[in-house]
């Protein structure tokens, strides 16, 4: 009877267990080694890709390392003239979690359009540089949005949009562009540190200050969408569960004065 009785209880704290792991383990924090992307001193791991010119082709020094950090800049242009930029490093990832510290500085470049002011991103799951075309404004990828406040009002950072891609949502394929996290905003130029959680094709987490503000699983190719379809019939898989990272630039300043990746088990 104690017998039954202990197996009873064992079984109903292990379900209990489980709910908890359930409802709170989404802002758990993964363990393990980080690594540095970014070695505060040079790009080395890191190369160029901006609209209009050839992958390694560095437009007016748009991305450069000054007093150990990795910064966009626009000073060396008269106009953006939608030379949208995106830096890979040189490795692709599957599982792993990726943490930057970044910031937004000064003016937005003359030229860009409006909904780049304060903007930024962090490409996962991209498709490799070399496929890209010399004319492409982004990669095929999910982009892990980060955004300034503009001073007042209300503004998500660490935000989903999903150039060439679909993402799942609550069981439900999302087709938006663009979808909001529960962040708070962040006016001025202070640090902001966020991590993406990427585990394949199972699921992805933005988080800001040790919470979730945004997940979604099954990231996958859109069909419908000119440059992922060029991908499909090279034979590349629709359901995404690899790829590169990049840091984006958009026409404003900003700075990463961190960028390194835990790679976690599949």
């Known amino acids: 009877m104690i017998k039954k009785t202990l197996a009873s209880l064992g079984m109903a704290v292990g379900a209990w267990m489980v709910s908890v792991c359930m409802i709170h383990g989404g802002d758990d924090p993964a363990t393990g080694k980080w690594i540095p992307l970014f070695n505060g001193k040079d790009l080395e ?19 450069r390392v000054e007093n150990g950090v990795l910064k966009v800049a626009y000073d060396q242009y008269e106009k953006f003239d939608g030379k949208f930029g995106h830096l890979y490093y040189r490795e692709k990832f599957s599982n792993y979690v990726i943490r930057v510290e970044y910031r937004f500085l000064g003016n937005q470049t003359p030229g860009g359009p409006g909904w780049a002011l304060r ?9 490799p540089p070399e496929k890209m075309d010399v004319k492409q404004d982004f990669p095929v990828c999910l982009e892990v949005q980060l955004l300034g406040g503009p001073g007042v009002g209300e503004r998500t950072t660490g935000n989903l949009c999903t150039p060439g891609t679909h993402v799942v949502m609550n069981g439900k394929l999302i087709t938006q562009h663009c979808n909001d996290s529960k962040s708070k905003t962040y006016h001025g130029d202070q640090w902001v540190t966020i991590e993406v959680e990427v585990r394949g094709n199972k699921s992805i987490r933005h988080i800001i200050e040790g919470q979730t503000v945004l997940s979604y699983t099954e990231p996958q190719l859109d069909d419908g969408d000119a440059d992922a379809r060029k991908l499909l019939a090279q034979g590349y898989p629709k359901m995404l569960s690899e790829g ?11 700075e990463f004065r961190k960028v390194e990746l835990m790679k976690l088990d599949p």
């Open 45 to 63: 791991g890191w190369t160029p890709k901006i609209t209009g010119y050839k992958l390694g082709e560095n437009y007016g020094n748009t991305f």
């Open 119 to 127: 903007n930024s991103g962090i490409m996962v799951h991209s498709q």
């Open 244 to 254: 590169y990272i990049c840091l984006q630039a958009e026409s404003h300043p900003v």
